[in-house]
């Protein structure tokens, strides 16, 4: 059996996230609560979550969690990771045993910032250096994976139903102001730990349902902009593909959204003038980042949540609002499970975003002008 | 035992292969169908009517009555049963040709034979050979079998 | 006799719930009162008679699927998939309904207060007397009527503060059946393969029926329920792809 | 247990047969006035015209009484029969006791109102010893004049055309089968014969027929010295030499065929108490009113299931039929007669004719359908009496005629689809669906 | 009309000194090919539409009729062969999507040919199946990892099994795609033999209801003929995913073969279309198909297998893998050779995958996982004997569905031209006129012999290599030597080569 990343495993899945507008902080219970009411929904071979905000004390530097298949994978990756961070502080994630969470691996945390020396002498901006950092892990370490790696956030994920994964990190113990969460129906087994959703790269985090059938031609792309799609999932590639647009290529979210939901063609003829040239221009130069098929995603990042589907809603994504708390999930009845009575519940359209960005940085993530588009 | 050669209104097919047949085995060379049509001058018409009515059709023949009107009909006594056979045979001598057994019989089944002095003719059960009639064994889809019905048949 | 029956779905699986839900109505209930509801899939999943249903929560997907008779009554917002290849019955839904409502629903009615997702009415099927109905108070998403063969959908278009009450690609590939829209849609909206035609009496009668039929099961009072104009939309033809292919 | 059948003809043959169904053990004695075993009475006219010899005129093969164990008693009259002994008193003067009687003496020729017609020459045409006479006198080149234009008449003329006699026909009515046929049909049929050499002269009556040398009042002295020529030719006496009509034209004839129709051979129970109407009275089981004697055939008056009455339907197949029924009652069975119809076939010179029921009846009661193609002699006419067929013409193509027949016999309504029946390919597949179901079980 | 540049590919010959002019070909063409002709009182025929299907040829009381290929031909061309430029000309002429009948008939591998059945010699003994057992009884369905006992009982019921006499059914067939006459000769022949047939897609027509004992009901996107009855009538519920002969592409009734009866059985007015598109819009997803598996066990109260039918592609293993994890108790796989009354020619010759390749992939796989045994796996696509059948086996199915060979046994001469509905031989068409051709007596008859010879032949296989029960062979690739294969094949079938 070939494990993820040697293989394309399709998957299925329930998504679900809430995040505190203010940035205010709160447990996971939540999260929890919402993403087990979909149980159905995962075939128990891959859960997990992402919290932000959940290391309040050390937000400053770069949250390393790994996975490690063997002594000698953590060996080799704690040399590298001394070699090219600085590391604050470092131990075993806690967990506690569940008996339906089996074949753990070795499970590490690393709280570090970029060597400065190291830093200094390549071209690379921080981020772009930690990227790369982490890349090297992931690529060259036999049994060494790096779950996520952004400041003051953290990806907890495993092979079983999420319910169990959340049980078994203890994730009761954190306290964040976005939380977002997975439960997946990968058609494989036993399942590969690093295959389980979020999927994170740096300050991004994605979940995701649906299976992407573009996805060779945007891993084909992504990799001629030197990402290396090592797992071979379509979370990885939405992952890479917002990195790429957004923290690379510097456009605007929206516009980011609209290449990776694109408006058809009959919609652009319809524009006003300039907004059509633009899309137009868009739609030839981005169409490799396209993606076709179906898909409802949240991409979590320290700006705060987004959410959307494709765009013809082959995917179901349901939003609702009450006071300063966003909520997106699959169904409903999984915010209905913590939030009885929001102020508002809608499906958004297909290709629409909904936005849970944080009041107070709303600005920097969407800083440019955002292009109308008719959804 | 009467006997008589019972259709499947839903198996016929309306191919006209039983009057092919039955032509045949009441021509001269009974076992040919070639020579039949090619050699016989005296090609005789098929005892077996086909209706058709668009997707519907049946091969129909005599249906040896167990009250045959034609036989009480027969102006001349050339209609019979045969109660060995279990069959209405038709005496050919005898037959003046009057129609009274056409107009008679409730099916339609006999008709009129070629020639100069016509006589009646109908399904024999082609009595003149051995084994089944010709157009049940030869019907393609079993469409047509020979039954053997008691008194209420 | 009326035999009511509370079941309180908190806790339970759907499973569980629904085989309660069998066992009541085989010990005689008429109605069922099931509190508590969130997320339980395939409630009313292949029932048949002509009991009641009522339901407080959020249902979960394909909510009445092969429902054969009885009605069901949802206070909440139904999610995707309700009325999946309903035979017979009637839903009455107090909020929204999620995805693919009715899908190839064969008979009975749904009545959806507010408004309803994507592919609402698709291959919604009808066969002599059996017509199914679909009454939609709101909007609807795109694709509503997608490869409809038969059925009405009735589309009321209520309180819809953005304008369009109805997606795009509305009745592509519709070959049956036939829609009743508020008029108030950008025709740009409508499937090259349906088109418009005026209302007859008995339209006219039909709508109006399905309207005060809504505003009674939704207490709503009369002048509050639309009396403008309504689009009648119609299948081009029944055969929308006969002319795609050519025997080789 | 002794069984009695006056009659050699269908009925009594039909009495034999049914008897013989129920009781095979039990002695029938069958009488009959006539010498031959039992024929087929339509042969004669083939029989005249030489298709057929003696020997091909057998109702029933050789050995049929031996076979049913009937003793003949033939060229035996009845007397009468005496019901209070139960026996049957022949002109023998032999007492003949029965347990059960049957009265199956059929008819005999209506003599018609013309004078002479015991001139030599003059023949009915009824029985086997009317031909054998005529086929004696008859040669190539004479001339024939029929009376009475109905189905003998025109077999009997049809013959002697065939044997090269030139042939007038004669009737009352103007015209051809007037019992059976309508203007139309009879108007097709007439030409037809016409056209195959037959005279007609419709519409006159015939009054007289006179021998040689009788004259005939207010005959021109030419034509008389022409008869005084011909009279020297001629060497034969007394014989039949012209017919003549009212209108005083005659017609020169060396033979006359009386063919006006038949009635009962009542005759025989005459102070029997047997009760008659125009014939033997019957009930549904053919039993007359004394019981233990039945009527069949000609003699009786039976049901009409077509005209809803009683009365004397003279054809074969319903003597047969009578008799079978009165048979198996005689012998302790038990049958009803479903009551019969008037149905001929009958062909011309190859134009075939069937008729049934209400042929040709015009009544406002009754629905009329026709088609006809005079060019080719095909004519159909079905009459409906409450969107039920009671009657058909066919000419010309009578096949498959018998489903027409068994429609009126079994009083299937046809109302929507009668056009239908005009068709000549009409058959089983055009019945309504369960029409032809049931069809299957009849 | 401009004229068509396409020429008739078929003659047909009449020798007139064997033809009687019994005109049994006239009326046994329903394409028009023979006609009597008034005016030379003669019957004659014209090529232009003829499609070999042998109709006339067979019915023929003289034999005066043989049909075969037009010689005509284009230049000599090794690339623009005569199907091309044919093609070309007809799309110019309709601008219409090609569309063909029955599976792939274009020269691509068959594996089952490259494999080979071994045989016992001397180190164990072959069996005589006319004189000791063969066990071909073959029961479908989820199976539990295992047992428990207790007091030397079961402690829970085994989840519903369909029991097969013999591993062989009877694959979807739709009322519509194919005459009633054909179902009710398949199932009845399927009763006789005790295995189950498929009603296809098209719902159940009254008439079948004696049969419905060994109906399996399939649930597809058009949802035709779907309800209660329908599910409760089923020996088990199949959801068709997808179909050998056009993975991803939808079926499509045309509404002139939507005639009264299949209005019935399809529960939509007559003459329009019935279609059922590629996908079913409630699934989109691996979990979508759990939800739709699910709301039918729940609607039948779990009492029944629910399988689910995917076409063989690319990445077949890992859809399998999902569906047994989505709670399919049976899959069925049909490979890219599978028939189907209507496929576009493009997606039928180039879609899909060999159902060989694919089922040794998937029974791999399952293996791997440790969930074959929650499976039962059947396999379609073109079995055409019963060397086939016990190949499959051996490569790791359960049981096989046959559609054309159950066709051919019925009469089918496979000239590919079933979506005309003018089928010749009575099997895929709905006008009642032909479907009468097709006496269902003599069809089940037929098609219980095929397969009763079939159940013989495939006991004297498994006795030739001393197994006398077929589970003993199932997934048994040792029982298999390839032959003219690369070992990049052999590896993939995880079969030996010959002389291994």
């Not at chain 4, 010498?35 to 010899?53: A, F, M, N, Q, V």
């Not at chain 5, 989840?159 to 009633?180: D, H, N, R, T, Y």
Request: hydrophobic content about 40%.
């Amino acid at each position: 059996m070939e494990k993820e990343g040697r293989v394309r495993i399709p998957s299925g899945c329930a998504v679900a996230g809430i995040v505190n507008l203010q940035g205010e902080v709160f447990g996971a219970g939540d999260i929890i609560q919402s993403i087990a009411c979909m149980h159905d929904r995962s075939n128990g071979l891959g859960g997990g979550f992402a919290g932000y905000g959940i290391y309040p004390e050390l937000k400053d530097y770069y949250a390393l969690h790994l996975f490690y298949q063997s002594p000698l994978a953590r060996e080799q990756t704690e040399a590298f990771i001394n070699q090219v961070f600085t590391v604050k502080d470092c131990g075993p994630i806690p967990i506690k045993k569940n008996p339906r969470i089996t074949d753990v691996p070795g499970i590490w945390r690393y709280f570090a910032l970029p060597d400065p020396a190291r830093l200094e002498e390549c071209s690379d901006t921080e981020e772009e250096y930690v990227m790369k950092c982490v890349m090297q892990i992931n690529r060259n370490i036999p049994g060494a994976f790096v779950a996520s790696g952004g400041k003051n956030m953290g990806a907890f994920k495993a092979v079983g139903y999420p319910e169990d994964v959340a049980d078994f990190y203890r994730l009761e113990d954190y306290r964040g102001y976005l939380w977002m969460a997975h439960g997946r129906f990968p058609t494989n087994t036993p399942g590969w730990w690093g295959g389980a959703h979020p999927f994170t790269l740096l300050d991004w985090a994605v979940v995701h349902n649906g299976e992407i059938s573009s996805y060779g031609a945007n891993r084909r792309y992504l990799e001629m902009h030197g990402y290396h799609c090592g797992l071979q999932t379509d979370t990885e590639a939405i992952t890479y593909l917002f990195d790429l647009l957004i923290r690379k290529h510097r456009l605007p979210v929206r516009v980011a959204l609209g290449i990776l939901a694109a408006p058809f063609w009959d919609e652009i003829e319809q524009m006003e003038e300039s907004a059509k040239r633009t899309w137009k221009a868009i739609r030839a130069v981005y169409g490799s980042a396209l993606l076709n098929g179906p898909f409802s995603i949240i991409i979590g990042s320290s700006h705060g949540m987004i959410a959307m589907n494709d765009r013809i809603k082959l995917r179901p994504l349901v939003a609702a609002e009450e006071g300063d708390y966003v909520y997106v999930a699959s169904e409903e009845s999984a915010i209905r499970a913590i939030c009885p009575n929001p102020e508002r519940v809608w499906a958004p359209r297909g290709g629409e975003p909904v936005f849970g960005l944080l009041k107070n940085k709303e600005v920097s993530i969407a800083d440019s002008p955002v292009v109308a588009r008719a959804v | 035992m009467r006997r008589r050669v019972v259709w499947k209104e839903e198996a016929c097919i309306g191919c006209r292969l039983c009057e092919v047949y039955c032509v045949t085995a009441h021509s001269r060379y009974p076992g040919d169908v070639l020579k039949a049509f090619k050699r016989d001058p005296d090609r005789p018409v098929p005892r077996v009517v086909l209706e058709e009515k668009g997707p519907v059709s049946f091969a129909l023949s005599c249906r040896q009555c167990e009250e045959p009107e034609c036989v009480k009909s027969c102006l001349t006594g050339a209609l019979g049963v045969d109660p060995a056979r279990g069959v209405v045979v038709v005496d050919e001598q005898h037959c003046i040709g009057c129609w009274t057994c056409i107009v008679a019989c409730p099916w339609g089944a006999i008709r009129p034979s070629r020639g100069e002095q016509p006589v009646a003719i109908k399904c024999d059960l082609c009595l003149g050979r051995l084994g089944i009639p010709a157009c049940v064994g030869n019907c393609p889809n079993e469409a047509l079998q020979l039954q053997e019905c008691g008194k209420e048949g | 006799m009326r035999v009511e029956v509370k079941l309180d779905a908190k806790g339970k699986g759907y499973r569980q719930l629904n085989s309660e839900v069998r066992q009541a109505l085989e010990a005689g209930a008429t109605q069922i009162l099931l509190d508590g509801v969130n997320g339980h899939y395939y409630l009313g999943a292949g029932l048949r008679g002509n009991q009641r249903l009522v339901v407080n929560g959020t249902p979960g997907n394909d909510t009445a699927c092969y429902l054969d008779g009885p009605e069901m009554v949802i206070y909440g917002n139904a999610q995707d998939g309700l009325g999946n290849t309903m035979n017979n019955g009637r839903v009455i839904v107090h909020g929204g309904a999620g995805d693919v409502l009715g899908y190839g629903m064969r008979g009975g009615e749904l009545f959806i207060r507010d408004s309803i997702g994507y592919r609402g009415g698709i291959h919604m099927k009808e066969f002599k007397e059996k017509c199914p109905v679909i009454v939609i108070g709101k909007s609807a998403g795109s694709f509503l009527g997608e490869y409809m063969a038969g059925g009405r959908i009735v589309l009321l278009g209520l309180d819809s503060p953005e304008g369009q009450i109805i997606g795009r690609h509305c009745g592509s590939g519709m070959h049956g059946g036939c829609m009743y829209i508020r008029d108030t849609v950008d025709r740009d909206l409508l499937s090259p393969d349906i088109m418009n035609v005026p209302l007859s009496k008995s339209d006219e009668a039909f709508i109006r029926m399905c309207v005060s039929r809504y505003g009674e099961y939704f207490g709503l009072a009369v002048e509050q329920l639309p009396a403008g104009s309504f689009l009648k939309l119609v299948p081009r033809g029944n055969r929308p792809y006969a002319r795609l292919y050519a025997g080789v | 247990m002794q069984y009695v059948i006056i009659g050699n003809s269908a009925a009594g043959i039909g009495a034999v047969e049914g008897i013989r169904r129920v009781d095979r053990a039990n002695p029938i004695i069958l009488v009959a006035d006539e010498p031959y075993p039992t024929y087929s009475r339509p042969l004669i006219s083939y029989y005249l015209e030489g298709r057929i010899e003696e020997t091909g005129m057998g109702y029933r093969p050789p050995g049929f009484y031996t076979e049913n164990g009937v003793t003949t008693r033939l060229e035996t009259k009845v007397e009468r029969i005496d019901t209070e002994l139960g026996q049957v008193v022949l002109d023998t003067g032999e007492l003949l006791p029965y347990d059960r009687l049957l009265l199956a003496a059929g008819s005999r020729p209506v003599v018609p109102p013309i004078k002479g017609i015991d001139t030599e020459g003059v023949y009915f045409f009824n029985r086997f010893d009317d031909v054998r006479a005529l086929r004696s006198q008859v040669r190539h080149g004479c001339r024939a004049a029929v009376v009475g234009a109905g189905l003998t008449g025109l077999k009997a003329a049809e013959a002697l055309a065939h044997l090269g006699l030139r042939v007038t026909v004669a009737d009352i009515s103007p015209f051809v089968l007037s019992t059976i046929l309508d203007a139309t049909g009879a108007e097709i049929v007439r030409g037809h014969l016409e056209e195959s050499g037959v005279h007609f002269l419709l519409g006159t009556p015939a009054v007289g027929v006179t021998g040689i040398p009788a004259a005939v009042a207010g005959m021109k002295d030419e034509w008389k010295n022409l008869k005084e020529k011909y009279r020297k030719v001629l060497v034969r006496e007394n014989r039949v030499d012209s017919l003549v009509f009212t209108d005083g034209f005659a017609v020169p004839v060396d033979v006359v065929i009386l063919a006006t129709g038949v009635r009962p051979n009542l005759e025989i129970v005459e102070g029997s108490g047997i009760a008659v109407n125009q014939g033997i009275l019957v009930d549904e089981r053919l039993q007359t009113n004394i019981p233990g004697i039945y009527a069949a055939g000609d003699i009786s008056e039976g049901w009409d299931l077509v005209t809803r009455e009683r009365r004397v339907i003279a054809t074969l197949p319903n003597a047969y039929k009578q008799g079978e029924v009165a048979g198996i009652n005689m012998a302790g069975g038990n049958a009803e007669y479903p009551g019969g119809m008037q149905m001929n076939s009958v062909n011309f010179f190859g134009l075939s004719i069937a008729t049934a029921g209400l042929s040709n009846v015009d009544d406002p009661a009754l629905e009329v359908v026709t088609r006809v193609d005079s060019a080719h002699r095909v004519y159909r006419r079905m009459t409906l009496r409450d969107g039920r067929l009671v009657g058909f013409i066919c000419i010309g193509d009578v096949g498959r005629a018998g489903i027409l027949t068994a429609l009126i016999r079994n009083g299937v309504p046809v109302g929507g689809w009668e056009e239908r029946l005009l068709e000549g390919d009409f058959g089983i597949i055009d019945l309504p669906v369960e029409v032809r179901r049931n069809w299957q079980l009849a | 009309m401009a004229i068509s540049m396409r020429t008739a590919p078929y003659r047909v010959h009449r020798d007139p000194d064997r033809c009687i002019q019994c005109q049994v070909c006239v009326r046994q063409c329903a394409n028009g090919v023979h006609r009597w002709d008034d005016e030379e009182a003669e019957v004659v025929s014209e090529d232009r539409e003829c499609v070999n299907c042998h109709r006339c040829v067979v019915y023929c009381p003289t034999g005066a009729l043989t049909i075969s290929r037009s010689p005509l031909d284009y230049a000599a061309n090794a690339n623009w062969r005569k199907p091309d430029i044919d093609q070309i000309y007809l799309q110019s002429e309709t601008g219409g999507t090609l569309l063909t009948g029955m599976g792939n008939n274009r020269p691509y591998p068959v594996y089952w040919d490259h494999l080979l059945l071994n045989a016992s010699q001397v180190t164990n003994p072959s069996i005589d199946p006319l004189r000791e057992p063969v066990e071909l009884k073959t029961l479908l369905g989820r199976k539990p990892d295992s047992l428990e006992l207790k007091k030397g009982t079961l402690a829970e019921p085994v989840p519903p099994q369909l029991e097969l006499e013999v591993p062989v059914m009877f694959s979807a067939m739709s009322f519509g795609s194919i005459s009633l006459n054909a179902q009710k000769a398949l199932a009845r022949a399927a009763i006789d033999l005790g295995i189950y047939w498929n009603c296809g897609e098209g719902g159940l027509h009254p008439e079948m209801d004696p049969y419905t004992g060994r109906v399996i009901v399939q649930v597809a996107s058009g949802r035709f003929g779907v309800n209660m009855d329908y599910l409760n009538a089923g020996a088990a519920i199949e959801i068709k995913i997808g179909q050998g002969a056009k993975p991803g592409i939808g079926g499509h009734l045309p509404g002139e073969k939507v005639g009264p009866e299949v209005s019935v059985t399809r529960m939509i007015p007559v003459g329009s279309d019935a279609i059922s598109p590629a996908p079913h819009h409630d699934i989109y997803s691996i979990e979508d198909l759990r939800q739709l598996i699910y709301s039918l066990k729940e609607a039948t109260e779990y009492r029944k297998p629910v399988g689910v039918k995917i076409a063989a592609v690319h990445n077949v293993a890992a859809i399998a893998s999902g569906s047994v994890r989505a709670g399919a108790d049976y899959l069925a796989i049909d490979g890219f050779r599978g028939g189907t009354g209507a496929a576009p020619l493009r997606i039928r010759d180039n879609v899909g995958i060999p159902i060989e390749l694919a089922l040794a992939a998937v029974d791999s796989r399952l293996r791997a996982e440790g969930i074959r045994n929650q499976v039962s796996l059947v396999v379609a696509g073109s079995i055409r004997n019963s060397a086939d059948v016990v190949k499959a086996i051996a490569l790791g199915a359960d049981a096989v569905y046959i559609g054309t060979a159950a066709l051919i046994s019925l009469g089918c001469h496979m000239c590919q031209k079933c979506y005309r509905g003018k089928c010749n031989w009575g099997i895929a068409t709905t006008d009642a006129y032909l479907s009468k051709r097709l006496n269902p007596e003599i069809g089940a008859r037929r098609a219980a012999n095929l397969i009763q010879a079939w159940k013989h032949e495939i006991k004297e296989m498994l006795g030739g290599m001393g197994i006398n029960a077929i589970e003993s062979l199932r997934g048994n690739r040792l029982a298999l030597r390839g032959v003219n294969l690369t070992s990049r094949e052999l590896d993939i079938l995880q079969v030996k080569a010959a002389g291994e």
